[in-house]
């Protein structure tokens, strides 16, 4: 069965570093999603991209992210200077056609990042 | 957006059916009803959905009744490895891209 790939698992970083996340959507997906989850918390939004675009971001999504497919399969999340409460698990997911809710999507593994 | 209620946490026993129920009160015309599963440090996987009456799938059943106002996830005869958190999500079929994901119940199965 086809899965969403993230890279790396784990990152340890320090604050006001910058670090990049790297995910391998589904090959045929269309549609490509970053959430975070804090350590105890919700699955939050950040960003869903389609066609080289951001199509939606949160308010979490600020200056300091940005994502990017640099190539046909990778997706990236890049944090530009990290912070403190950067620290979270990190889920890339796609999905297939529309981007609506009832469209499922598919998430990677997570890669927990931890700044100190 | 379709505000959902669910339980905080079940706790169950290894070969009984668990039933989570979701209130949905204000669900719109448009909106399906999504449930999604999740294992300590894993992302979600989708789990089942149904806009009205009853779905069955390999993993579970969903029961939505007439006024569609809640939802019964359905889990048979569940395992230790059933052990996760369950969300329940409302939202219209390309209303937007986003998933929003409450806090969800946490399912503790025992032997």
């Known amino acids: 069965e086809p899965e969403v790939t993230q890279t790396p698992s784990h990152q340890v970083t320090q604050m006001g570093q910058e670090v990049i996340l790297r995910c391998v959507p589904i090959s045929n997906h269309l549609y490509f999603y970053w959430y975070r989850q804090i350590l105890g918390q919700k699955v939050e939004f950040l960003v869903s991209?389609?066609?080289?675009?951001?199509?939606?971001k949160s308010e979490i999504f600020d200056d300091q992210f940005s994502v990017e497919r640099p190539d046909g399969s990778n997706f990236t999340l890049k944090i530009r200077s990290t912070k403190l409460e950067d620290s979270a698990m990190y889920f890339c997911a796609s999905s297939e056609r529309s981007g609506g809710r009832s469209e499922t999507q598919y998430f990677g593994p997570g890669t927990r990042l931890l700044v100190l | 957006l379709a505000k959902t209620t669910q339980p905080i946490s079940m706790d169950s026993y290894e070969g009984q059916e668990v039933n989570i129920t979701c209130s949905h009160n204000?669900?719109?015309?448009?909106?399906?009803i999504t449930w999604y599963q999740q294992f300590p440090s894993q992302g979600p996987r989708f789990i089942i959905q149904?806009?009205?009456t009853k779905v069955t799938n390999e993993v579970a059943s969903l029961f939505i009744p007439a006024d569609r106002k809640s939802s019964t996830l359905s889990l048979p005869r569940v395992s230790l490895s059933d052990t996760a958190v369950y969300y329940c999500?409302?939202?219209?079929?390309?209303?937007?891209?986003?998933?929003?994901f409450g806090t969800g119940t946490q399912l503790k199965v025992e032997l």
């Open positions: 149904g806009y009205k």
């Open positions: 991209f389609y066609n080289n675009e951001i199509s939606e």
């Open positions: 999500l409302v939202g219209e079929e390309g209303g937007g891209n986003k998933l929003t």
């Open positions: 204000n669900i719109a015309t448009n909106d399906y």
